[in-house]
């Protein structure tokens, strides 16, 4: 057999090797690199038994540099236009409802404490720890704070009804004992 029809017949194997690998046309294209690549750099290789190897293992590093390729550029990691859900944000959860209305109520309840709770809350709010909070009402004593802070956060759960959440939540557990 003459070196054309053993590289025709190797065409054949190489293209059914890639392809149940990668996609058809993408075979015809390596096995075509594989063929030029036989050309060029071993012409003094003839026999199929030497030229099968060969072309295979030329085959398996292409196969390499393909998906090494494909992985550099996210080709495989890419989520089609139409797999994408966006979510509808016109519409609000029953969760997003709730929360602003315990923000609303506790806004409210704030709104009703005395000015130095207030001011309290802010800064303990601004991350102010109770020394520092000392500091700044000018007292003498840290437990002035602690006793202040203990009636504030008393009288802000007072206005909220008992309950922070109170609302949907305290009906909830309260028909569920029932």
């Avoid at 059914?16 to 060029?40: C, F, M, N």
């Avoid at 102010?128 to 802070?149: A, C, P, R, W």
Wanted: include cysteine; charge should be neutral.
């Amino acid at each position: 057999m003459d070196r054309s029809a053993v590289l025709s017949t190797l065409r054949e194997r190489i293209v059914g090797y890639a392809a149940s690998r990668i996609g058809r046309d993408s075979a015809e294209d390596l096995a075509q690199d594989v063929l030029i690549l036989l050309e060029e750099k071993y012409p003094e290789v003839n026999g199929i038994a030497d030229l099968l190897p060969l072309s295979l293992q030329i085959a398996r590093f292409k196969l390499a540099a393909i998906y090494r390729k494909s992985a550099r550029h996210g080709e495989s990691s890419q989520v089609s236009v139409d797999d994408i859900q966006i979510p509808d944000l016109s519409q609000d959860t029953a969760d997003e409802y709730e929360r602003r209305e315990t923000m609303t109520r506790l806004a409210g309840a704030i709104a009703q404490l005395p000015p130095r709770c207030r001011e309290m809350i802010r800064w303990k709010l601004q991350g102010h720890n109770f020394g520092e909070i000392q500091k700044l009402l000018n007292l003498d004593s840290i437990n002035t704070v602690y006793s202040q802070d203990f009636r504030c956060r008393k009288q802000l759960v007072e206005l909220l009804g008992g309950s922070l959440t109170g609302g949907s939540r305290e009906v909830k557990r309260k028909e569920a004992r029932t």
